[in-house]
């Protein structure tokens, strides 16, 4: 069970982060996690395209990309706040942390688009089995159904 979960870990995460910051360049890479980043996340995690109106993120029925099987929504959402929560957004940030050694955000995705199993390997086990448990929908997290970006409110179903 242990390396289902890792090799599901591991698709899912190269899958995520390859879609969802795949428009990131240089110029426009990340320099905060916002409506914006929270945004291109979800996107390339569900596949689908998610409408931003004053900072409340609603997803939409048009596909990014046909033939990809993605997430759910809930599963994408947990993983954002696995990131946000716990991961610097870039080097800045993460220099401005005291003994901070971890992986920053815009970094790692960088090394998951370069090879995805050596940067879910480097990731500490916490980060992973905080990931595999949104994906197997184990997370402590509740079902999202639209987010509030600035000052980070989060509307809830049931």
Do not use: H
């Not at 870990?9 to 910051?21: E, K, N």
């Not at 905060?32 to 980043?37: A, D, G, I, S």
């Not at 957004?89 to 005291?98: F, G, R």
């Amino acid at each position: 069970m242990t390396r289902r979960r890792v090799t599901a870990g591991t698709i899912g995460l190269a899958a995520v982060l390859g879609l969802s910051l795949g428009a990131c360049a240089t110029d426009n890479t990340p320099d905060e996690y916002n409506t914006l980043t929270q945004q291109n996340f979800l996107e390339g995690c569900t596949n689908y395209y998610f409408e931003n109106s004053d900072d409340t993120l609603a997803i939409t029925d048009n596909t990014v990309e046909a033939d990809v099987t993605a997430p759910d929504q809930d599963a994408c959402q947990c993983m954002y706040e696995v990131f946000q929560d716990n991961m610097p957004i870039n080097s800045a940030a993460a220099d401005t942390i005291p003994n901070y050694s971890g992986p920053n955000f815009t970094d790692f995705n960088g090394d998951v688009k370069d090879d995805p199993q050596s940067a879910w390997d480097s990731l500490p086990s916490e980060y992973k089995d905080a990931i595999n448990d949104c994906s197997d929908g184990t997370s402590s997290s509740s079902s999202t159904t639209s987010t509030t970006a600035g000052d980070d409110t989060t509307t809830t179903a049931g």
